[in-house]
């Protein structure tokens, strides 16, 4: 471990036990940590809750056991606790990772920020949120952090692709609605599959997408598209709304598109899109190919190696800047 001067690192994390993309990040983050030097735990709230739809060996350690924190240690608090940042207002080390922006004001009393629970340090891995932050709080060491999406899962093999539709039940409320819209057209559409997507882990979630064409979303609040970027991996046509903070990826028209934009709770544009699409789809236009080529280039730049050295050079700058 680095000398105590850095202090421990605990982050806390919702005991929150379907897949998310979030309770995924500060886990890989910790991961990261340990294996750079760092003494890094997550904290849960109750005794012997893990999430178990993905592979962990981090240390965890649980509120209701009643730990104690030294005031070297830094607290992580993520944005969906301002409770608990209101609490710990007078723990001097605490970072908030914000990683929806949707949360962040969702459940904080009225007139009140961050500042006025102590917060000074922000990490979040969209920089929509980051703008966000900054003019809604005055914060000013809010820092971008990258994310990874998994290669060894989330990859394109031409070959098992199907003429399915695939979307996440927990994120998309107008999907299902859609897909009664389109299962109801008898001219002329091609045979379809609509894959609900729930409480899978995540080799299994990844090998839908895998055999999947299209992935439809229509979640209004998104902080970094993982489930958008996961799926443009896999080679599937993205198709929906961008939730707020996937403008930062999504480029709707021209030579590089790669993504079928409609208007935010328009179903009746989204499925005569969607109907658009599937028949592309059936009789190989080449614009469907340009697409998913321009959507597996820009997944491709979320790697490990990008999100483990942006999650270390926030850590170095934050230690270098307490001191």
Not at 44 to 58: C, D, I, L, M
Not at 150 to 178: A, H, Q, T, W
Not at 271 to 279: C, G, N, P, V
Request: glycine share 6%; proline share 5%; charged share 25%.
């Amino acid at each position: 471990m680095l000398d105590n001067k850095t202090g421990r690192i605990f982050y806390i994390c919702p005991d929150f036990a379907p897949p998310s993309g979030g309770v995924k990040r500060l886990y890989t983050h910790v991961q990261i940590l340990r294996d750079n030097g760092y003494e890094a735990y997550i904290v849960h709230f109750n005794k012997g809750f893990r999430p178990n739809w993905f592979e962990h060996s981090v240390p965890i350690i649980y509120f209701s056991d009643n730990p104690s924190f030294s005031s070297t240690d830094v607290l992580v608090i993520p944005e969906v606790f301002p409770g608990l940042m209101k609490t710990l207002k007078d723990v001097p080390k605490k970072v908030v990772i914000a990683l929806n922006p949707h949360s962040i004001f969702q459940n904080m009393d009225t007139g009140e920020n961050w500042k006025d629970y102590g917060v000074s340090w922000v990490m979040t891995n969209s920089s929509t949120i980051k703008r966000f932050i900054e003019w809604s709080m005055g914060i000013e060491n809010v820092l971008l952090i990258d994310t990874a999406i998994d290669r060894r899962m989330f990859y394109y093999s031409p070959g098992l692709k199907e003429l399915r539709v695939s979307y996440i039940k927990r994120k998309d409320s107008l999907s299902p609605v859609v897909v009664k819209i389109l299962s109801s057209r008898k001219d002329g559409m091609p045979p379809v599959e609509y894959i609900k997507i729930e409480n899978l882990r995540v080799e299994d979630y990844a090998a839908i997408l895998r055999q999947s064409e299209i992935y439809l979303t229509t979640s209004s609040f998104e902080g970094f598209p993982r489930a958008i970027m996961e799926a443009m991996a896999c080679g599937c046509i993205c198709i929906g709304s961008d939730g707020i903070c996937g403008k930062d990826y999504i480029i709707p028209s021209g030579d590089t598109q790669n993504f079928i934009k409609v208007e935010s709770m328009n179903f009746i544009e989204l499925a005569e899109r969607m109907e658009e699409l599937i028949k592309r789809i059936a009789r190989k236009d080449p614009l469907v190919e340009r697409i998913r080529k321009n959507a597996i280039i820009t997944s491709s730049r979320f790697t490990e190696e990008a999100e483990k050295e942006s999650v270390l050079r926030f850590w170095k700058t934050y230690f270098e800047a307490i001191q």
